[in-house]
């Protein structure tokens, strides 16, 4: 089957060009620079003085502006790490490594773990959108595995998936050879949030040390002579810390109780000027803005700074999606994060994140705002992207990039921000990685996208094309299946709902054009669009249920099917369990699918 999807909204109607303009001539980067200036003095870890200083100086510049602002103070679940250290001893020399250990891994305090180093060959990731892959090597295992019981070597950054892998596998330590010169700070849990009874068991369990690349060659040299033994001890600072939460509240004049949601971590690692002060900044700068367009706005936005995103997986935006679930569900059109904007050379739009309902929306934006083409990405399992299991729609993450070929010509190798530039995650996020100008171009995206999203008299996103990109997933995991897997039904419920999507949206936007609707059926009309995206998003992005977070981990577009493709290659066995497993999330499919058409 074909699919293929027309957007039917025209945005053009419902764009008001003079408020946008007026919003982004209101950019100013006085703000911003003096943001940058202070944050380039604290290294933002959760928890301690120096990130509650940034979270302070973020209400502080707001109530100097006016901008009306929430301080929340949860205590979140935060791992920070200390110190690693690598010893080695081959026949003949002994040798310490620098190493880093990234947060969540298992701390050895003073107990180190020995053995054997077992190498198992990886390859880098290609690019950010394969950065959470499991790669092929950490598959493996069975009977005889080579890793059991020993300390593992491998290539690549210590990503949930790998570890949670080796970990499976036997590994009794984890070491990981990064792919430049630096080490670039992370986090190995695959539990998102702060965990649950339930989850806390799949926190590592092993101790895990990031080593760079020459100490990754000079070491893989030594292993081609002969066995290699090593103790990994590492140190790590984890439990429930006290952390600042500022939160904007802008009202909007006709609906104030529908809100955008605008996000950003503000903890870093080290200063973190690219990932994510530049972020923060900008937050700022849209509270200024949006605050200075007063009564403009028909509906209300709130801006959020969230702490703990890199040291407790998302704790902060985790936290507010918990607690604020209910007016989330209720009344948030749709979330928008901003993360590492701003840095220099980051003159494209080439990898951009949005969900498919808001691709024309999003396209039309940077077009408007800047005159530029865009490329989308299907938005990773990663970020402050929290909320997907509510269901308000998310777009972007990272923004401008610095091109594709620029970043090969500079011999770059994938990172999850910086606008490409290989300082993310280490101690050289400094001043020389943003760039003013580019943050004023940025500004002018977000702008004109939140603005567009406040006053469409009905929410600008297109769930056909949500509905398309389900089918096409599903319509791609039968033909994995080589045949084993019949999804016919689901097909056929998939495209008689995108043409009903297609027609009642047609209808609605036509009784808005021609003012035959009063506030309270396009209140109507927009209470359905909201609840239409709270069936289909978890539909496409989640494998859990409702108001729950799936670990951090690669999954395919509506995850509960991606199971058929690995039929074709199971073991016969093992088939028909599948087989039954699949039966029942198509129940699933289908009743959510039935759900959506009774709002129609
Ligand atoms: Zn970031």
Redo the contacts with the bound molecule.
């Keep these: 089957m074909t699919v293929t999807g027309t957007p039917s909204i025209d945005f053009g109607v419902f764009s008001d060009h003079a408020l946008e303009a007026r919003a982004r001539e209101a950019i100013r980067v006085d703000e911003p620079r003096a943001l940058l200036d202070r944050f380039a003095t604290l290294v933002r870890e959760s928890g301690t003085p120096a990130e509650e200083t940034a979270g302070r100086y973020i209400v502080e510049r707001l109530q100097a502006l006016g901008v009306p602002v929430t301080l929340h103070t949860p205590e979140l679940y935060i791992s920070l790490p200390e110190h690693a250290e690598v010893r080695l001893s081959a026949p003949g020399s002994t040798r310490t490594l620098r190493a880093r250990p990234p947060a969540m891994a298992r701390s050895t305090g003073e107990s180190p773990v020995e053995g054997e180093i077992c190498y198992v060959p990886s390859r880098y990731a290609a690019g950010t959108s394969s950065l959470f892959d499991l790669p092929e090597a950490a598959r493996g295992g069975g009977a005889a595995d080579p890793v059991a019981g020993r300390i593992v070597l491998t290539e690549g950054f210590s990503m949930p998936g790998s570890v949670q892998a080796f970990e499976r596998r036997g590994a009794i330590a984890q070491i990981y050879i990064h792919p430049g010169h630096n080490i670039h700070e992370g986090i190995c849990t695959s539990i998102w949030g702060a965990p649950t009874a339930e989850s806390l068991g799949r926190k590592p369990s092993t101790p895990v040390a990031c080593i760079n690349h020459p100490d990754g060659d000079a070491l893989i040299a030594d292993l081609q002579r002969g066995p290699v033994r090593a103790s990994v001890k590492t140190s790590l600072r984890e439990g429930w810390m006290r952390c600042l939460l500022p939160v904007v509240e802008i009202r909007g004049q006709q609906d104030p109780d529908e809100f955008l949601l605008v996000h950003?971590?503000y903890d870093s690692w080290y200063e973190?000027i690219g990932?994510?002060a530049t972020?923060d900044a900008a937050l700022l700068e849209l509270a200024r803005v949006l605050w200075g367009l007063g009564d403009s706005l028909k509906r209300s936005v709130r801006i959020a700074w969230w702490p703990g995103?890199?040291t407790g997986r998302y704790a902060g935006s985790t936290w507010y999606a918990d607690t604020f679930a209910d007016e989330i569900d209720e009344h948030c059109i749709a979330q928008l994060d901003i993360?590492?904007p701003g840095c220099a050379d980051a003159t494209v739009y080439e990898e951009v994140m949005w969900m498919a309902e808001a691709d024309a929306l999003c396209r039309s934006s940077i077009r408007d705002a800047l005159g530029l083409d865009s490329q989308r990405v299907r938005p990773l399992r990663a970020?402050d992207y929290s909320f997907n299991q509510i269901g308000p729609t998310g777009l972007y993450m990272l923004l401008s990039n610095i091109p594709i070929e620029e970043r090969k010509r500079r011999g770059y190798y994938a990172v999850?921000?910086c606008g490409g530039n290989i300082a993310w995650h280490t101690p050289d996020d400094l001043m020389p990685v943003a760039d003013l100008d580019i943050l004023r171009r940025d500004l002018a995206v977000y702008l004109t996208t939140i603005v567009r999203i406040l006053n469409a008299p009905l929410h600008p996103f297109d769930y056909s094309a949500a509905v398309d990109e389900i089918a096409a997933a599903i319509d791609g995991y039968q033909r994995a299946s080589n045949g084993e897997a019949d999804f016919s039904a689901v097909l056929d419920d998939l495209r008689t709902l995108g043409d009903a999507l297609r027609r009642w949206r047609a209808a609605a936007d036509a009784r808005v054009a021609q003012g035959s609707t009063d506030d309270a059926d396009r209140r109507r009309l927009n209470a359905t669009i909201r609840q239409i995206a709270r069936l289909l998003v978890p539909l496409n992005y989640a494998r859990g249920e409702r108001f729950d977070h799936d670990p951090a981990l690669k999954f395919g577009a509506v995850p509960r099917l991606e199971a058929a493709a690995s039929l074709a290659n199971a073991p016969a066995d093992m088939k028909p369990f599948i087989k039954v497993g699949l039966v029942r999330e198509v129940n699933k499919v289908r009743a959510t699918l039935r759900a959506v058409r009774r709002m129609l």
Aim: aromatic letters at 0%; zero cysteines; proline letters at 0%.
């Design positions: 950003g971590h973190g990932d994510n972020g995103h890199s993360d590492s970020g999850g921000g």
